[in-house]
């Protein structure tokens, strides 16, 4: 079955700059990456997802990258605010065939 | 309510006491799913059902029993759990298991 590997951890960074978070995927069968947020005390919430059939996607200040061959994945944050402090998880799965498979999770902080 | 919602949003049980956690979806899924959350497994992917039926079980102890009424319900059944069964147990729907995941507030469980 499919394993998702994290990382790093943790993360800390100082405001306005970037951070990068990066999954690797084991099942090169996996189609789908999603990214989920989840801030202290609150349910994870969907901040950006990408399918195998792009290489890049962008939201605003968010951008995930995927390589299929190299079977890994990165979310990108940039200018960084304390508001973006929250634990940060990838997933993947094959989508509407497998579950997702979520990464242990990188716990950002951004410093003021 | 819109969303996902979940009851109680704590519960303190002993050993020997059986209870139920309760999910319930109003986005017009098909699929529902309980995962664990705890610092050693930060999203444990417990139950999946899609149209009722359940359709993957991670080897989850049978002291969890899940029960699916109808599309828009979920429970958890819990009987006899172990102090290490302590942990958030988020409930998530989605439509044909594709694309987003919606997640409920979760519920905390203490067993003492």
């Known amino acids: 079955g499919e394993n998702v590997e994290q990382h790093p951890s943790t993360l800390s960074v100082q405001e306005g700059d970037s951070a990068v978070i990066k999954c690797t995927y084991s099942?090169?069968?996996?189609?789908?990456f999603p990214w989920y947020k989840q801030e202290l005390g609150k349910r994870p919430q969907l901040i950006i997802d990408i399918r195998s059939n792009v290489g890049e996607k962008k939201d605003q200040r968010i951008a995930v990258t995927l390589n299929k061959t190299a079977k890994h994945f990165s979310l990108h944050i940039t200018e960084t605010q304390p508001e973006d402090s929250a634990v940060y998880f990838c997933?993947?799965?094959?989508?509407?065939?497998?579950?997702?498979?979520f990464g242990k999770g990188t716990r950002l902080s951004v410093i003021a | 309510e819109t969303g996902v919602t979940q009851t109680p949003r704590h519960l303190v049980m002993g050993m020997t006491n059986k209870k139920s956690l309760k999910c319930e979806q109003h986005l017009g899924h098909n699929a529902m799913y309980w995962y664990k959350q705890s610092a050693k497994k930060p999203l444990e992917l417990m139950f999946v059902?899609?149209?009722?039926?359940?359709?993957e079980n991670n080897s989850v102890p049978s002291r969890f029993s899940p029960e699916c009424p109808n599309s828009s319900h979920l429970f958890l059944h819990l009987h006899t759990l172990q102090p290490e069964d302590s942990a958030l147990y988020l409930c998530?729907?989605?439509?044909?298991?594709?694309?987003?995941?919606?997640f409920g507030p979760g519920t905390r469980l203490t067993v003492l």
């Open positions: 059902y899609s149209l009722e039926e359940r359709v």
């Open positions: 998530a729907s989605s439509q044909d298991g594709q694309g987003e995941q919606f």
């Open positions: 099942d090169s069968a996996s189609n789908y």
């Open positions: 997933a993947a799965s094959i989508e509407g065939n497998t579950p997702l498979v």
